[in-house]
T-cell receptor, first 111, second 116 residues
Framework: QQQVKQSPQSLIVQKGGISIINCAYENTAFDYFPWYQQFPGKGPALLIAIRPDVSEKKEGRFTISFNKSAKQFSLHIMDSQPGDSATYFCAASKNNNDMRFGAGTRLTVKP | SAVISQKPSRDICQRGTSLTIQCQVDSQVTMMFWYRQQPGQSLTLIATANQGSEATYESGFVIDKFPISRPNLTFSTLTVSNMSPEDSSIYLC?????????????FGPGTRLTVT
């Protein structure tokens, strides 16, 4: 099922640093690219999402960069905090159907 | 956003039995899905729950093993039938919530199933 490749598998960042997680997709029909944050024992929570008509979207400390020609998108977490330590999933879908998820990145922010 | 609840939150079941998981949403939603997340893994779509008709299953998932009901726009059930230890996973209900320009997909808290 996996049509979205996510890297790295795990990431350790110092408090205040920038966390960067990358994803690549194959299906050019995808038109919606969300990022989810999941804490242990909880369901994934929608963090930020982008559509291919824009190249960047920023919400607070979280930014998605989108490169349509390269079929890649990334999540940047500025000023990373220990409370950001979680697993992050990128995803892609077409017409809100059949959402495909990346393998996940376990982020640890060290104080 | 929609508020999604799932019951039970967790269960330990014996091999060969069945468990029905309920998903309730506090408002009408256009689409509902069921996902499986094995420990430390990503999310895999099991099926799309269609209101008033048979669910649409992904490759590798069949109705006899994972029967799904969706009697209305706010409720769905997933049954895990004839369970084996390989079915131990977190099962997640997900909904698409129409929010302004962009429809967004939200997840319930999950049901953690352990099969012994």
């Amino acid at each position: 099922q996996q049509q979205v490749k996510q890297s790295p598998q795990s990431l350790i960042v110092q408090k205040g640093g920038i966390s960067i997680i990358n994803c690549a997709y194959e299906n050019t029909a995808f038109d919606y690219f969300p990022w989810y944050q999941q804490f242990p024992g909880k369901g994934p929570a929608l963090l930020i999402a982008i559509r291919p008509d824009v190249s960047e979207k920023k919400e607070g400390r979280f930014t998605i960069s989108f490169n349509k020609s390269a079929k890649q998108f990334s999540l940047h977490i500025m000023d990373s905090q220990p409370g950001d330590s979680a697993t992050y999933f990128c995803a892609a879908s077409k017409n809100n159907n059949d959402m495909r998820f990346g393998a996940g990145t376990r982020l640890t922010v060290k104080p | 956003s929609a508020v999604i609840s799932q019951k039970p939150s967790r269960d330990i079941c014996q091999r060969g039995t069945s468990l029905t998981i309920q998903c309730q949403v506090d408002s009408q939603v256009t689409m509902m899905f069921w996902y499986r997340q094995q420990p430390g893994q990503s999310l895999t779509l099991i099926a799309t729950a269609n209101q008033g008709s048979e669910a649409t299953y992904e490759s590798g998932f069949v109705i006899d093993k994972f029967p799904i009901s969706r009697p209305n726009l706010t409720f769905s059930t997933l049954t895990v039938s004839n369970m084996s230890p390989e079915d131990s996973s977190i099962y997640l209900c997900s909904v698409v919530w129409a929010s302004g320009r962009a429809d967004e997909q939200y997840f319930g808290p999950g049901t953690r199933l352990t099969v012994t």
